[in-house]
Antibody, heavy 117, light 112 residues
Framework: EVQLVESGGGLVQPGRSLRLSCRGSGFTFGDYTVTWFRQAPGKGLEWVSLIRRKAYDESTEYAASVKGRFTIWRHDSESIAYLQMNSLKTEDTGIYYC????????WGQGTLVTVSS | DIVMTQTPLSSPVTLGQPASISCRSSQSLVDSDGNTFLSWLHQRPGQPPRLLIYKISNRFSGVPDRFSGSGAGTDFTLKISRVEAEDVGIYYCMQATQFPWTFGQGTKVEIK
């Protein structure tokens, strides 16, 4: 069974950092691009970042709102992708989901990030 | 950025009746290889989104055949032939043709 499990969320003060994890199982993790989305409380969905598979040099893309503050990378041997979030802002608050791209076929339950003083 | 505009934003429907959601993009979603990365997602309260339709009209595994997608270029439609109680929630269209990937505002489907 294909599964994606996010972890690492929590309450953090503005300006601080947090690292999210996305662990996959039930499929060959290294065969897929991994992408992060987020959803602010009561709001719609927003694409955040992605990392392509090794065959595409693990190249990355970022939304303008997080570029320069967030970094994505992956360890296929452990079937895990990370999202390092630095200089967090209150507007980064929300549930963060990871999924396989470009199919978006399987989603994790998400991990809640709350940025507040 | 490509702007995705959904209509209506709210759709009260009667059980067993059809429903339709429109999604319009500010520019063509056809990429250089001729692919159109337009997906439809459904989200129930407190749940993650789930994929219904990918590449305009392909139903994801396990999605009931009462859901269908159509369209081309900049105009796309999701249809539910007969709405069931489990279909309530918010429906999003999403484009993954051009970065940044973008979503429609969401259409809330509820039972009358």
């Amino acid at each position: 069974e294909v599964q994606l499990v996010e972890s690492g969320g929590g309450l953090v003060q503005p300006g601080r950092s947090l690292r999210l994890s996305c662990r996959g199982s039930g499929f060959t993790f290294g065969d897929y691009t991994v992408t992060w989305f987020r959803q602010a409380p009561g709001k719609g969905l927003e694409w955040v970042s992605l990392i392509r598979r090794k065959a595409y040099d693990e190249s990355t893309e970022y939304a303008a709102s997080v570029k320069g503050r967030f970094t994505i990378w992956r360890h296929d041997s452990e079937s895990i992708a990370y999202l390092q979030m630095n200089s967090l802002k209150t507007e980064d608050t929300g549930i963060y989901y990871c999924t396989r791209a470009r199919g978006f076929d399987y989603w994790g339950q998400g991990t809640l990030v709350t940025v507040s003083s | 950025d490509i702007v995705m505009t959904q209509t209506p934003l709210s759709s009260p429907v009667t059980l067993g009746q059809p429903a339709s959601i429109s999604c319009r993009s500010s520019q063509s979603l056809v990429d250089s290889d001729g692919n159109t990365f337009l997906s439809w997602l459904h989200q129930r309260p407190g749940q993650p989104p789930r994929l219904l339709i990918y590449k305009i009209s392909n139903r994801f595994s396990g999605v009931p055949d009462r859901f269908s997608g159509s369209g081309a270029g900049t105009d796309f439609t999701l249809k539910i032939s007969r709405v069931e109680a489990e279909d309530v929630g918010i429906y999003y269209c999403m484009q993954a043709t051009q970065f940044p990937w973008t979503f429609g505002q969401g259409t809330k489907v509820e039972i009358k």
